[in-house]
């Protein structure tokens, strides 16, 4: 089992930041990929980013160039967002992929970006 905690959400304002962390308990050492999704009320649940063991990343298109995944120590991933408009705002949920293949999810925290 892996457990997953998200932080640093909140409101910000039209072209401004935003960081988000992902802590991660249990059986870590399982985990092959890390990331974020995120899910917009209404719409479908997309990838925003992901980084595997290898330090390879994988970026949705509409986070390429505004948003950075990175992570911070063997329990932390971070999410660091620039250049937000309202089209971000979202529950930004995070997730982790076993080697075995099973997937984990984090309750979700809330990015509203105001125009």
């Known amino acids: 089992q892996v457990q997953l905690v998200e932080s640093g959400g909140g409101l910000v304002q039209a072209g401004g930041s935003l960081r988000l962390s992902c802590a991660a308990s249990?059986?870590?050492?399982?985990?092959?990929?890390r990331g974020w999704y995120r899910q917009a009320p209404g719409k479908q649940r997309d990838l925003v980013a992901n980084i595997d063991n290898t330090g390879r990343t994988n970026y949705g298109h509409f986070a390429k160039g505004r948003f950075v995944i990175s992570r911070d120590n063997a329990n932390t991933v971070s999410l660091q967002m620039h250049s937000l408009t309202p089209d971000d705002s979202a529950v930004y949920y995070c997730h982790s992929i076993t080697k075995s293949h099973f997937n984990f999810w984090g309750q979700g925290t809330q990015v509203t970006v105001s125009s």
């Open positions: 249990g059986r870590i050492d399982d985990i092959d990929t």
